[in-house]
C-alpha cells in the first residue's frame, strides 16, 4: 500500500495569511492525489484532485501543485471559515490512501 | 442537490453484525461507483469498500475483507455495507460516499454514522 505522509500535523494562522500543507507518497504516484477539507457537524468536501484540479466549487484561494512524490497544498488569503481538518489522500491505486491530516488553527 | 444519508449505526458486541445503509439522492446512482470510508475516533480516514455502478465488482482493504460486504440497490438509490465479525478495532464513524467516476477519491460525503464495537 502507498503510505501517506501529511506534514505538519498542526498549524496555526491567522485570517489574510498564507499556509502550506505537504503531503508526501511512499511511491509515485503520479499526479494523482486529492485534497479534502473536515470541519465538525459538516459533510468532508473535496477540494482538489489529480494534484491540481479544483474541484467545482472550490474558491480559487485553493490551489495543489506536485506530482510523482511531493505534493502541496496552499491556501492564500485564508478566510474564517478555512480553518479545520485536512487530509490529501492518492487515487492513483488500490487502496486508496490517506494522510493522517493537518489540523488548520486560527492563531 | 447531491445528498447521502447513512444510517444503522450503533453498538454492537464483538463477533456480532452490523448492517449500514445509505440513501442517496440528487444524482443518478446508478451511473456511480460508490465507496465506504471510515474515521476512527480521534483517527485519520480508512477506506472501507468500493462498488461498481452494476455492484458486479467490489474492492476491500485487506483489514476488512472476507469480513465486510458492500452492495447496492439501484432501484432504491440505496447502498448498504454488511458488517459480520465486528472487532473493537472497527469502531468508527462510517462515511458513504460517492466515487468520482472509475477514479479512486470521492466527490460527494454523507456526514457519517457512528458504529461502536464494545462489550
Known amino acids: 500500500d502507498v503510505q501517506m505522509t501529511q506534514s505538519p500535523s498542526n498549524l496555526a494562522a491567522s485570517p489574510g495569511e498564507s499556509v502550506s500543507i505537504n503531503c508526501k507518497a511512499s511511491?509515485?504516484?503520479?499526479?494523482?492525489l486529492a485534497w479534502y477539507q473536515q470541519k465538525p457537524g459538516k459533510a468532508n468536501k473535496l477540494l482538489i484532485y489529480?494534484?491540481?484540479t479544483l474541484q467545482s466549487g472550490t474558491p480559487s484561494r485553493f490551489s495543489g501543485s506536485g506530482s510523482g512524490t511531493d505534493f502541496t497544498l496552499t491556501i492564500r488569503n485564508l478566510e474564517p471559515e478555512d480553518f479545520g481538518l485536512y487530509y490529501c489522500?492518492?487515487?492513483?491505486?488500490?487502496?486508496?490512501?490517506f494522510g493522517a491530516g493537518t489540523k488548520l488553527e486560527l492563531k | 442537490e447531491v445528498q447521502l444519508v447513512e444510517s444503522g449505526g450503533g453498538l454492537v458486541q464483538p463477533g456480532r453484525s452490523l448492517k449500514l445503509s445509505c440513501a442517496a439522492s440528487?444524482?443518478?446512482?446508478?451511473?456511480?461507483?460508490m465507496a465506504w470510508v471510515r474515521q476512527a475516533p480521534k483517527k485519520g480516514l480508512e477506506w472501507v469498500a468500493t462498488?461498481?455502478?452494476?455492484?458486479?465488482?467490489?474492492y476491500y482493504p485487506d483489514s476488512v475483507k472476507g469480513r465486510f460486504t458492500i452492495s447496492r440497490d439501484n432501484a432504491k438509490s440505496s447502498l448498504y455495507l454488511q458488517m459480520n465479525s465486528l472487532k473493537s478495532e472497527d469502531t468508527a464513524t462510517y462515511y458513504c460516499?460517492?466515487?468520482?467516476?472509475?477514479?479512486?477519491?470521492?466527490?460527494?460525503w454523507g456526514q457519517g454514522v457512528m458504529v461502536t464495537v464494545s462489550s
Open positions: 489522500q492518492q487515487h492513483n491505486e488500490y487502496p486508496p490512501t
Open positions: 440528487g444524482f443518478t446512482f446508478s451511473n456511480y461507483y
Open positions: 462498488i461498481s455502478t452494476s455492484g458486479s465488482r467490489t
Open positions: 460516499a460517492r466515487n468520482m467516476g472509475i477514479a479512486h477519491y470521492f466527490d460527494y
Open positions: 489529480s494534484g491540481s
Open positions: 511511491k509515485s504516484i503520479s499526479k494523482y
